[in-house]
C-alpha cells in the first residue's frame, strides 16, 4: 500500500479520489473543516483514511497541517494537489478587464501558491521514485486559450508552468511531477451538465497515476499528453 496525500478531499474531485485511492492504499486528505473531513470519512466508510485540517492558501495552516500528517505517518508516495476555487461570479464570461485584482490575488493564492505551499511542507516526506500530481485544467492551456474566468485561467497557466519547473528541479531526487486536467466533471465548479462523473474522471487519475508508464514534466488528459 502506497501513503497518498490529497488536498481538498472533503469534496468535487477531491472527494472522489479520496474514495478511489482509499480502496488499496493508505489515504490522508486535508480539509479546512473538521465536521466536513469527518463527514467524508464517515460516508466512505473510514477504511485506509485519515484526515487533517488544512487551508493552502495560509503558511501557518499548511506548516500546522504537516506536522499533523508527520505523526500519522512517515512518508509520503504521491501528493496530489488538488485544493482549489473558482470564484462563482467569475465562473464564465466577465472580460479580463472587468476582473478586479482581488479576485485575481484570492484565485492565485489558493490554486498555484497553496500548492507551492504543500510541495514545499511535503517534498522531505517523499522518497525517491514519489509522485506529484498537480490537479490543473483545460482553461489553463495557453494552446487555443478561451476567454472570460481570467482569474481562474492564470492560476492554472502558472500551475502548469510551476509543474514544469519542479519537474526539473527534482529530478535530482528522483521525484516525477506531473499536471492533469481531470475533464469536465460534473462537480459544484464544472458544473452538473458535465460529461464525466466524479467516479469517471477519479477513477482516470487513479489509473495514471499508479500506472508504471508514469511520465515527468507532462500536462494530461486521461493519459494523454496535452500541449501547453
Given at each position: 500500500m502506497k501513503n497518498i496525500f490529497i488536498?481538498?478531499?472533503?469534496?468535487?474531485?477531491?472527494?472522489?479520489?479520496?474514495?478511489e485511492f482509499s480502496k488499496d492504499n493508505n489515504v490522508i486528505f486535508s480539509a479546512r473543516n473538521t465536521e466536513k473531513a469527518q463527514l467524508i470519512i464517515d460516508t466512505l466508510g473510514g477504511k485506509n483514511i485519515?484526515?487533517?485540517?488544512m487551508d493552502?492558501?495560509?503558511s501557518e495552516s499548511v506548516q500546522n497541517g504537516i506536522k499533523n500528517l508527520k505523526s500519522r505517518i512517515t512518508s509520503v508516495d504521491v501528493l496530489?494537489?488538488?485544493?482549489?476555487i473558482l470564484i462563482p461570479g467569475l465562473k464564465h464570461k466577465i472580460d479580463a478587464i472587468d476582473t478586479d485584482d482581488d479576485s485575481i490575488m484570492k484565485t492565485f493564492n489558493i490554486n498555484t501558491v497553496g500548492a507551492l505551499r504543500v510541495c514545499k511542507a511535503v517534498?522531505?516526506?517523499m522518497p525517491p521514485k514519489s509522485r506529484?500530481?498537480?490537479?490543473?485544467?483545460?482553461?489553463?492551456q495557453m494552446e487555443g486559450m478561451g476567454t472570460?474566468?481570467?482569474?481562474?485561467?492564470?492560476?492554472?497557466?502558472?500551475?502548469?508552468?510551476?509543474t514544469i519547473v519542479l519537474s526539473q528541479e527534482l529530478m535530482v531526487?528522483?521525484?516525477?511531477?506531473?499536471?492533469?486536467?481531470?475533464?469536465?466533471?460534473?462537480?459544484?465548479m464544472g458544473g452538473y451538465e458535465a460529461t464525466l462523473t466524479v467516479k469517471e474522471s477519479a477513477e482516470s487519475i487513479k489509473k495514471f497515476t499508479l500506472s508504471d508508464n508514469f511520465p515527468n514534466g507532462k500536462f494530461l488528459r486521461h493519459g494523454e499528453e496535452l500541449v501547453w
Open positions: 488536498t481538498g478531499g472533503n469534496r468535487g474531485i477531491g472527494k472522489g479520489l479520496v474514495k485519515d484526515h487533517v485540517i493552502v492558501g495560509d496530489i494537489n488538488n485544493a482549489g517534498i522531505p516526506l506529484i500530481i498537480n490537479i490543473s485544467s483545460g482553461m489553463g472570460g474566468s481570467l482569474a481562474y485561467r492564470l492560476s492554472k497557466s502558472a500551475l502548469n508552468a510551476m531526487k528522483s521525484i516525477k511531477v506531473n499536471a492533469i486536467c481531470p475533464g469536465w466533471v460534473q462537480t459544484d
